[in-house]
């Protein structure tokens, strides 16, 4: 089960972040940023020794932007990512965002196989894109409308998300 995360989650979300993204982690005060911002949402899933998986969207417009999305290091490899870039899909359609964007390393392999196995194609290359000089893929999804998808519930903090 997914849920939204709210200000109380702030230390466990800056803990996921530097066990999850090792070397480059967000700063807590950017994580603090994503939690107070309007057009922001982050959803989690627990697990019994902290989140399971972390993912912070950023909804600009007619378009929304997947800012974080990571899963815990024992829990790889069994589709979780797949089914948040489903539910961030779903909750798009349901808010009538045409495209999903998102910058990722040129050398996150595992990241660019996941978003390329759901229909993301690159449209550019941001060179020296990371603070630590990192080139990023820009990656794109158009969203064609889906008349008969479940629709989420109301993105609010506390309400929850079934992904199953
Ligand atoms: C990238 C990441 C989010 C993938 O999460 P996940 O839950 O393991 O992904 P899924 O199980 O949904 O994998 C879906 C597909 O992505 C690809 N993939 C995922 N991990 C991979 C890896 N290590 N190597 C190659 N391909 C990989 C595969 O095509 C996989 O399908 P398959 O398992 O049927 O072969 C996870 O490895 C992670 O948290 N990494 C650290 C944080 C990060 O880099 N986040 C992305 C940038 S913000």
């Known amino acids: 089960m997914l849920r939204v995360a709210g ?7 800056h803990a996921f972040e530097v066990r999850c993204f090792r070397d480059h982690p967000f700063r807590r005060d950017h994580v603090e940023w994503i939690l107070g911002n309007d057009h922001a949402l982050t959803l989690v899933q627990d697990g019994t020794d902290g989140f399971v998986a972390v993912m912070m969207l950023l909804f600009e417009g007619r378009s929304c932007r997947v800012l974080s999305i990571g899963v815990a290091r024992n829990a ?22 045409g495209a999903v964007r998102l910058e990722v390393s040129t050398r996150n392999l595992a990241a660019i196989e996941l978003y390329r196995g759901l229909g993301y194609r690159t449209d550019g290359v941001l060179y020296g894109y990371y603070s630590w000089g990192e080139d990023a893929y820009s990656m794109t999804k158009s969203l064609a409308p889906e008349p008969s998808s479940r629709i989420p519930p109301q993105a609010q903090p506390s309400s929850s998300i079934n992904i199953n």
């Open 7 to 13: 200000p109380e989650d702030l230390d466990d979300l």
């Open 76 to 97: 790889r490899r069994r589709g979780i990512a797949t089914r948040l870039m489903q539910a961030a899909e779903a909750l798009c359609r349901e808010r009538k965002i």
